[in-house]
């Protein structure tokens, strides 16, 4: 009996009968891994066991949770730790991603329950390390550096902690899956036993995966629909602003975040954002205005900053960071429509302030009165924050969750503009 082989992309599990360099689904390259299927004939029968079926039954998750009170983390995971679950803590890495678990394995242990922190990637010396930086301590945090799955699995038998970190699962094999460290075939196996292990034994635990900003580097992606709980942690590596997003939650809602900031003592807790960014806001700059932008059901008011400078040479540059690139070129050519003003000879910078990233069309206005701003050297009044969706015939929309955000505003002591009435951004140059 032939036994046959499928090739299955690392990035977004696409299977394909035969070898391809690059995946026609996620459009990586060099992405497909072997995988054996087991030929019908060597399967065995389906011969299963039948099952009492339960009744449903209602269930107070509370008593089940581990609440790390770090509330930024507990609400974003639905109030705390399930203690027979798996958690995925993704992003990319030097985020902060073995920072934030060393401040929960403190919580945790703090609670009176034991903690083993495996680590695949540092020595116990370099974890100790950065906990005194942290100034934790506490001896029911145990450390072991280990990287096979089977120790892991004895050592976890042996030890009986209650909640356990693996940092992370693309440093963990098997010797039974016959490929490379890192691979999708080990790191699925790797969560899957673990998996087993902490429903099996009635156990918290948190697996770290490292994911790139495309979201390509083996597993974490695939992994989701693996876990129970997938949270991640997003930023600029070098600013200090975090947000950590529910991204799947099989016991709460998903779309909580949970804002933090990189400190030298770790990841600490904001509370209100808003404040954070309107702290070190000049008077009077040109270029510059404030909008409201929602990160999962949190409003914050953030700044966005555009320079426009005459082109040298070429073609002119368009940079956007913190905000679609191609939505910022659609915005240009809105401007130019419907204004009259010339930008083709106009190289344009747009940034958002803190690192943050804006994906929804309610900073459109924001840009755009940016943009206009720079373009005529004047300032806008500091104490304004536009918002509003701007079409392809220049018009100005309502945004989704407009009470939300005006209540922000509000609370900020701001003013909402969204010159909903005056209909055409060709309005606006009597503003500017
Ligand atoms: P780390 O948690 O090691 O990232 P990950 O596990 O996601 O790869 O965090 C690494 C970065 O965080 C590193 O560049 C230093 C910085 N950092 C601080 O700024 N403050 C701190 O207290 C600590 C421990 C780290
Ligand atoms: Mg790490």
């Not at 009635?202 to 693996?226: D, Q, S």
């Amino acid at each position: 009996m032939k036994s046959t082989t499928t090739y299955i992309c690392k990035s977004c599990a696409y299977e394909s009968p035969k070898w391809i360099g690059k995946c026609p689904s996620c459009n990586n390259w060099n992405t497909f891994e072997e995988k054996k299927n087991i030929p019908k004939k060597q399967q065995k029968r389906m011969q299963g066991i039948a099952k009492k079926a339960a009744p449903l039954t209602f269930q107070n998750t509370s008593e089940q949770r581990y609440k790390t009170n770090i509330s930024e983390l507990d609400n974003v995971l639905g109030g705390g730790f399930i203690k027979d679950s798996l958690v995925l803590l993704s992003g990319e890495p030097g985020i902060g991603k073995s920072t934030l678990t060393l401040q929960i394995c403190e919580k945790i242990a703090s609670l009176n329950k034991k903690v083993l922190y495996i680590s695949g990637e540092e020595s116990p010396t370099q974890i100790s390390n950065r906990a005194s930086r942290l100034g934790i301590q506490n001896e029911l945090i145990t450390i072991i550096s280990e990287n096979s799955l089977e120790n892991i699995i004895a050592t976890l038998n042996q030890e009986e902690p209650d909640f356990i970190i693996i940092d992370s699962i693309q440093v963990i094999s098997s010797e039974s899956a016959n490929s490379l460290t890192g691979s999708i075939s080990q790191v699925r196996l790797a969560t899957e036993v673990l998996m087993e292990f902490a429903k099996k034994n009635n156990k918290a635990m948190l697996v770290i995966g490292h994911v790139t900003k495309e979201g390509n580097l083996a597993g974490p992606r695939t992994l989701e629909h693996l876990v129970d709980v997938v949270i991640h942690l997003e930023g600029e590596r070098y600013q200090n602003l975090r947000l950590l997003r529910g991204i799947k939650n099989r016991f709460g809602p998903t779309s909580e975040v949970g804002i933090f900031e990189m400190t030298q003592n770790g990841l600490t807790e904001v509370k209100n954002p808003s404040e954070k960014f309107l702290e070190d806001r000049k008077e009077n700059s040109i270029g510059s205005i404030l909008t409201v932008t929602l990160q999962g059901n949190r409003p914050f008011i953030i700044e966005v900053q555009a320079l426009t400078n005459t082109t040298v040479f070429g073609y002119p540059k368009r940079t956007a960071s913190g905000f679609d690139v191609n939505r910022l070129n659609l915005l240009i050519a809105v401007i130019q429509k419907y204004t009259g003003i010339n930008l083709t000879n106009q190289d344009i910078y747009v940034n958002v302030i803190g690192g943050i990233r804006i994906n929804e069309p309610a900073a459109d206005l924001a840009v755009i009165l940016a943009i206009l701003s720079s373009y005529n050297q004047k300032p806008l009044p500091s104490n304004y924050v536009a918002i509003g969706e701007v079409g392809l015939s220049g018009e100005i929309r309502k945004t989704t969750q407009m009470a939300k955000r005006q209540k922000e505003v509000e609370k900020m002591d701001l003013i909402l503009k969204s010159y909903i009435n005056s209909n055409n951004i060709k309005d606006l140059s009597k503003i500017l």
